[in-house]
T-cell receptor, first 110, second 115 residues
Framework: SQQGEEDPQALSIQEGENATMNCSYK?????LQWYRQNSGRGLVHLIL?????REKHSGRLRVTLDTSKKSSSLLITASRAADTASYFC??????????FGAGTRLTVKP | EPEVTQTPSHQVTQMGQEVILRCVPI?????FYWYRQILGQKVEFLVS????????KSEIFDDQFSVERPDGSNFTLKIRSTKLEDSAMYFC?????????????FGSGTQLSVL
């Protein structure tokens, strides 16, 4: 069954704006990961945040984790047209294998 | 950077036929996975494989599916009798440790079309 659920399903912004995507999950986790998928391609790992961490940065990416609310957010600052992709969160399922949400389709207009 | 490779990139088959999807994980990785994605929809977990056996499988992975690591380098997914609803993009992934401590490396996928 599904573990992570992203929100919104689709997001359209102008280049230079910030994009925020949210992820909610149901069970306790050890880690949460965010992945990116360009159309028709495989998923590429962006960032991993552990359950004892609250915030993590990587370049223009900022991820937060709130285990009390079972939620995470991915912020992309100063977005570019090349950031257009689908973004997925993934969490461990019953402490075993990784399950993905349905993703947020981000469109950044030049 | 090392890559996970999948072949073929596209596979067309008739309903009821058997298909084998092939993957070459990154050489020093120990954990292997198959996922599938129906066009534009969520990425669904199928199965994970470690130490030459299935460690976890989803409700999708029924008796029609099987996985094998026949020669220490390839990792295959077999669908014995394909159905129309098996049409999807199938992704192989590998990691050096179980996913919780390491990221997954994904291949580019095999697009399976069942007619």
């Amino acid at each position: 069954s599904q573990q992570g659920e992203e929100d919104p399903q689709a997001l359209s912004i102008q280049e230079g704006e910030n994009a925020t995507m949210n992820c909610s999950y149901k069970t306790s986790i050890n880690n949460l990961q965010w992945y990116r998928q360009n159309s028709g391609r495989g998923l590429v790992h962006l960032i991993l945040i552990r359950s004892n961490e609250r915030e993590k940065h990587s370049g223009r990416l900022r991820v937060t984790l709130d285990t009390s609310k079972k939620s995470s957010s991915l912020l992309i600052t100063a977005s570019r047209a090349a950031d257009t992709a689908s973004y997925f969160c993934a969490t461990d399922y019953n402490n075993n294998d990784m399950r993905f949400g349905a993703g947020t389709r981000l469109t950044v207009k030049p | 950077e090392p890559e996970v490779t999948q072949t073929p990139s596209h596979q067309v088959t008739q309903m009821g036929q058997e298909v084998i999807l092939r993957c070459v994980p990154i050489s020093n990785h120990l954990y292997f996975y198959w996922y599938r994605q129906i066009l534009g929809q969520k990425v669904e977990f199928l199965v994970s494989f470690y130490n030459n056996e299935i460690s976890e499988k989803s409700e999708i992975f029924d008796d029609q599916f099987s996985v094998e690591r026949p020669d220490g380098s390839n990792f295959t997914l077999k669908i014995r009798s394909t159905k129309l609803e098996d049409s999807a993009m199938y992704f192989c992934a590998s990691s050096p440790d179980r996913w919780g401590t390491e990221k997954l490396f994904f291949g580019s996928g095999t697009q399976l079309s069942v007619l």
